[in-house]
């Protein structure tokens, strides 16, 4: 089988990544794991172990879902999946959501970020 080893490496990478953006998500949110559970996110300092979760906004808004960005997706496209529409204003939902995910330009999601599905009032 061509290319076996550089898939499973691809892989674990991709694994590793998406462990990565899960303690991120944790840490952002105010999430503290349970006791005797050591944090599985590789390379992480001792600093970053041990500073403080921020505290979650009061009005912190809520979530439904995540999304991995494959290709061919689009912010109105994942709106109309989540939200059986595809308005501007549930794809800008989720764009405000994931500013910082995204970027400055809405239209230009890449393959493989982890979206935050947020919970519409």
Not at 32 to 50: F, R, T
Not at 53 to 62: C, F, G, H, M, S
Not at 84 to 102: D, F, G, L, P
């Amino acid at each position: 089988m061509p290319d076996k080893e550089a898939f499973d490496k691809e892989k674990d990478l991709q694994k590793n990544k998406a462990q990565l953006a899960y303690e991120l998500r944790k840490r952002q949110h105010g999430i503290e794991e349970k006791p005797g559970l050591a944090s599985k996110a590789a390379g992480a300092s001792e600093i970053e172990k041990s500073a403080p979760a921020p505290k979650p906004a009061v009005n912190a808004p809520k979530f439904i879902a995540e999304h991995k960005v494959v290709s061919g997706d689009t912010l109105s496209g994942i709106a109309l999946q989540y939200y059986k529409s595809a308005a501007k204003e549930k794809w800008m939902a989720i764009y405000e959501a994931n500013k910082e995910v995204i970027g400055d330009n809405p239209g230009m999601i890449k393959v493989g970020q982890v979206l935050q599905i947020p919970e519409l009032a």
